[in-house]
């Protein structure tokens, strides 16, 4: 979940690059609503360390046997672009 998160927030950042839009005021203010909350929202580098990254590619890999784990699969190639561009959060 937390993976999904942050290359979600990734993504958002990338849309703000593009279009001149400060990031971080739209993470405070989705933040405000309760559900959602600020927690994973960071954005701007690849999430790194030495599980995350392994275990979404372990579940992704476990996941296909019996499904295409888009949405996983969309996390992971969010996280390995923004590595390359931005680096790794450790």
């Not at 942050?6 to 309760?34: H, M, R, T």
């Not at 995350?52 to 992704?60: H, N, Q, S, V």
């Not at 499904?67 to 680096?87: F, Q, R, S, V």
Request: with cysteine; net charge positive; aromatic share 8%.
């Amino acid at each position: 979940m937390l993976a999904t998160k942050i290359s979600y927030w990734n993504e958002i950042f990338l849309i703000c690059e593009k279009l001149g839009i400060d990031c971080q005021e739209i993470a405070d203010i989705v933040a405000l609503d309760p559900r959602i909350g600020k927690y994973g929202s960071v954005h701007g580098k690849a999430f790194g360390g030495k599980c995350l990254p392994k275990d979404l590619k372990a579940f992704i890999h476990f996941a296909e046997r019996h499904l295409n784990p888009k949405l996983l699969k969309a996390a992971d190639e969010i996280n390995e672009g923004m590595k390359e561009k931005y680096g790794v959060r450790e």
